[in-house]
């Protein structure tokens, strides 16, 4: 290699050592993200604990002996039906992509020896007892959650206008937790309490927490405030989600009445970006049935690949009923005018891109906003919400039953003064 290559390549380790994000060289459709770089960037005292994020596939699995494989070789595949077939072939189409994405990072031998010290750090998580964590969802469905308060823990710099006069009455502010809009205005993270545990709230953040039937109260009262990045995560019907008893889920015909139309910038719009499993049932419903009734119009479909620390893949890419991979779809949801004009600013989405990370706990997403900057109409800096949210970003308002979920103190720790 010679001296250029080796000084680009370190450039290139840098910047994602500082942004996440790695470009792989020669091929624009493919990233390597680490999230927790990326969820980080929110933060001023505190940090993402990759040792806490990072909970799963570090550890490659243990071999798998020949007479095994043969073993399940030798078993009948079992015979697809109409709409499995039509999966499959979804599938077949893209497979070199997600082939070639796969190929570039095992090819990237700048970046691909840094992977199993993404999760290497001088902080550990903090121990919790089983089942200790706080049930938002079970909090959120009784009669008193109107009641629920979070006590806001303010900075020293943080001054507040309306009903505050003065630092010392203002060290901290209790806020309702469910049904209302809670705000971190501020240019640094703040801590929380609430049921005697604490939460850190990202700089320029606010969350809105309850269920669907409440969503309504998240919808501007300004049409200038709405919002130009709309990101939704569904809780789909899933047979392994039930079983698991991660969280619960809801059957998709409660997706219809989410408001995305109120949501979006009145005048600019705003791109939406959708997670879907690979089931041919849900893709049918998001495009024959969701996006038509939310009045977005599909533009791209983007990918997820997920591998393990030494670098493989997390399944066979072929396994039918568990690939290693999700999609993310992309529309547009247009703003008032819709002439030639304003269609002309919008930014073409390339199709089938290429993101490639190592999944943290069950369903957790990585954040995607960053990746979509490009295409978000309006102007800067784009106003961002998350739907079905489960922990917070800088800059972002999330909505959903419990997106305090990763907020726990014990995710986080502090940064060296």
């Known amino acids: 290699m010679t001296t250029e290559a080796v000084t680009n390549n370190n450039q290139k380790l840098s910047r994602f050592m500082k942004s996440g994000i790695y470009r792989f060289q ?16 929110s933060y001023s005292h505190f940090r993402v604990t990759p040792s806490s994020y990072y909970s799963r596939f570090f550890q490659p699995n243990p071999r798998v002996s020949q007479n095994q494989t043969k073993r399940k070789r030798k078993r009948k595949q079992k015979e697809l039906n109409q709409r499995e077939q039509a999966a499959d072939e ?30 290497m750090g001088k902080f550990e998580p903090k121990s919790t007892v089983a089942g200790d964590e706080q049930s938002f969802v079970e909090l959120g469905s009784v009669w008193q959650a109107p009641l629920f308060e979070i006590s806001l823990h303010l900075n020293p710099d943080y001054r507040l206008t309306a009903d505050c006069t003065s630092l010392q009455n203002c060290e ?25 545990r604490r939460y850190i709230i990202p700089k320029h953040s606010s969350f809105y927490m309850s ?41 998709n015909r409660y997706f219809l009445s989410l408001p995305i139309k109120r949501l979006a910038h009145a005048d600019e719009g705003a791109l939406v970006a959708l997670w879907v499993t690979n089931k041919e049932k849900l893709r049918i419903f998001v495009e024959k049935d969701l996006f038509p009734k939310w009045g977005v119009e599909y533009m791209a479909t983007h990918y997820w690949l997920k591998v393990k620390a030494d670098g493989s893949l997390i399944s066979e890419l072929d396994l039918f009923h568990h690939r290693p991979y999700e999609c993310l779809i992309l529309g547009y949801c247009y703003g008032k005018d819709e002439d030639s004009e304003y269609l002309s600013k919008l930014k073409s989405i390339p199709d089938c891109q290429v993101f490639i990370s190592i999944p943290g706990d069950y369903s957790r997403k990585p954040p995607v906003g960053e990746m979509l900057r490009e295409y978000i109409p309006g102007l800067e800096p ?30 986080f720790s502090r940064k060296d003064p």
């Open 211 to 251: 269920d669907l039937k409440q969503i309504h109260g998240l919808i501007p009262g300004k049409h200038e405030c709405g919002f130009n990045l709309i990101v939704i995560d569904p809780p789909w019907e899933n047979g392994s989600a039930n079983q698991k008893s991660k969280y619960p889920t809801l059957p």
């Open 26 to 41: 020669g091929s624009n459709a493919v990233v390597f993200v680490d999230p927790v770089r990326l969820l980080n960037l």
């Open 382 to 411: 784009a106003r961002c919400l998350e739907l079905f949210a489960r922990e917070l970003l800088g800059g972002w308002t999330s909505w959903g039953n419990e997106p305090l979920r990763f907020q726990d103190s014990r995710y």
């Open 90 to 119: 979804r599938h077949q189409r893209v497979k070199p992509l997600l082939m070639n994405a796969h190929e570039c990072l095992l090819r990237a031998d700048d970046l691909f020896p840094s992977l199993g010290k993404l999760r």
């Open 172 to 196: 901290k502010k209790n806020v309702p937790a469910f049904g209302s809009l809670v705000s971190n205005e501020t240019d640094s993270d703040m801590e929380a309490d609430f049921m005697n």
